[in-house]
DNA sequence: GCGTTAAATGTAAGGGCTTACATTTGGCAA
DNA sequence: TTGCCAAATGTAAGCCCTTACATTTAACGC
């Protein structure tokens, strides 16, 4: 080692007297070096502090142990969740996370993918099944497995862990039905682009249909994700026509902007108007009353897909998709209609 | 090219009918090559499909235009928001961004630093000033530059950007003191190895120092991140003696979850007791009384955080300390003390 | 003690790119 | 036309690992 630069594997390999194909197998798969000479060449890696040169190492092994993660938005608590336990569970197997964000917008995701697999991602954890058949073949060519996290689609083409938007938004609709609403408006985050949106829209739709409430008694407000959004949202639905006796909100924040809006227009909350929720985040709990949602089970889907990615990315066998359960939270902003 | 793998640089040059050298140069400096060869090389990248080969091109370059950054947790919507912002500001320059969490343990930490210089991070984003001497001379045995967020501290080593904790808080704790209030409680983060909380804590002590408050009036508990253990916590705080007039707390989080506790046992916030928070995110607003904090520019943190870091790793002049100002937010959990 | 085999270790060949330095080209002033 | 210089391009030396294959060592049964 000159004396002044960063040691290599060879300097370790010269200072522990063993060939730099030892200190390279005690580094990466100990078991085939004698204990001896593993505890000298641990002695050199230590002493001269040695780290592998990360360019030599993928070049010579062709994986970077890294897996790349585009998600919508780290604002977003259940983004955020998910991500947390994701990269734990990539942790745990010796894996970095990489991380991207597509603010909602599938040109820069694509740009993301290809920043990602350029920076050598070794997989990818993706958000829906909305995207362009362009990037599902680039993914294809460069033969990078990618997953599907927050949906769960047995046709899609990619794999994917998540739970069933549709169902768990249908079994809330059919819930709130049976307490008598029949007016009813939906506060959504933009349906274009975003599967998991739509699957609730319709979820709702259909649980109407099945209770023969006309297709004219939903009232649907699109708008972007945040607290504010959703209280004007909600201004906008009440002013815009008949004031429904529920509104379901795609995600628990707009939720609580509605809820929030509701109350300082004057309703009440549940007694004039029911207010849903979906997610499960913290703050469902933290408002008063405390809001009926959907709980998603975001950690438990992120530690999974962090297994089932690596699983695919070492080309172990691995399940095209995986189901969690998404379950009614009954709480306080539901009640009956009012009369 | 053989004609079944991916294509190189070789290939490319090949059938431009160029060196190796001009093909790398169309790519990353195109101002020195002439238009007439850019246009010929360029076709014959698209043609082949060519992108550069992640590991060789670190390897030639020693850079990897990855920047790391190493996070308590992304569920703490503070670093949350501020690492979004942070990976935004990377994205506009080129950067992709790595992260790893620490859970708020310094072993953690030191090994998330390993990791990420390992997978060749040019430079990282920590949290706080508490670090041990051994991290600190490993990064600067690297040579790997990082930034400290979240901390302002002209005298650390390690250059910061973020705001005065101590100030910040002290300014509260006057107000709150001149409101009226001598009996303190002070719910806390891990006080040990986190600078931040620490110098809030030093804040209170000094404020009441100067308004002649004795140090027995403080009572602080220490806690773990989280809405439950706030409410715990201040469960603690009551029964373990006197009532306070007033409850700091370490962040809004832990403030809601102790505000939430209050009123279940009855107490009327603010009148009986005032609760105070810190960071001032989307949470603060929500609860009623609305939380009394302060507001932290957590965004702007990190979009600077992502400006400074990248000058800092090319080479560029930048500023050892950035001072952001985190401002008082007067609500209604703070009024003055109950006679 | 010998032969056989498995375990441990060594040798050396890539791997694809960047860049310092060398060389060629072309434009322009005299 | 000549000479000079800057611009454009080429040459080739690394960069530091991993791993296939070769060699040495150790263990064991007879």
Redesign the pocket.
């Known amino acids: 080692m000159t004396n002044n630069s ?1 040691p ?3 300097d370790v390999a010269r200072r522990a ?6 200190v ?2 005690c ?2 798969s100990p078991e ?3 204990k ?2 593993r505890a000298r060449v641990d002695d050199a890696v230590k002493a001269l502090g ?1 780290t ?2 990360f360019g ?2 993928v ?3 062709k994986r970077t142990n890294t897996i790349g993660a585009i998600i919508p938005t780290m604002e977003n608590a259940i983004f955020a969740r998910g991500l947390q336990a994701f990269q734990d569970g990539l942790r745990a197997k010796g894996y970095t996370l990489l991380v991207a964000s597509s603010s909602y917008k599938s040109d820069l995701e694509e740009e993301q993918v290809r920043a990602l697999i350029a920076r050598g991602a070794d997989g990818l954890l993706l958000i829906g099944h909305d995207r362009s058949k362009t990037i599902l073949s680039y993914l294809a060519a460069r033969n990078v497995p990618a997953l599907v996290a927050w949906a769960h689609d047995p046709e899609a083409v990619l794999p994917s862990i998540g739970f069933d938007n549709f169902e768990a938004m249908f079994n809330l609709a059919c819930k709130v039905i049976a307490f008598g609403h029949r007016k009813i408006g939906l506060i959504s985050a933009a349906i274009e682009s975003n599967d998991r949106a739509r699957a609730r829209v319709m979820a709702v739709r259909h649980a109407m249909d099945q209770a023969d409430i006309s297709p004219g008694n939903l009232h649907i407000i699109e708008t972007e994700y945040g607290i504010e959004t959703g209280a004007m949202a909600f201004q906008q639905l009440v002013e815009s026509g008949t004031v429904p006796t529920v509104v379901f909100c795609g995600n628990d924040v707009l939720a609580v902007g509605a809820m929030k809006q509701a109350q300082k227009m004057g309703f009440n909350v549940p007694s004039d108007i029911s207010i849903t929720g979906f997610d499960d985040i913290e703050i469902a709990r933290v408002v008063s009353p405390e809001l009926c949602t959907v709980h998603v089970p975001h950690r438990k889907m992120g530690a999974r897909a962090a297994d089932i990615l690596i699983d695919m990315v070492e080309g172990h066998p691995y399940p095209h998709t995986t189901q969690l359960d998404a379950s009614l939270e009954i709480r306080g902003s539901l009640s009956a209609a009012p009369k």
């Open positions: 960063v290599t594997l060879d007297a063993v060939s730099t194909a030892t390279s197998r580094l990466n085939q070096v004698s001896a000479t040695y592998p040169n030599a190492r070049m010579a092994a």
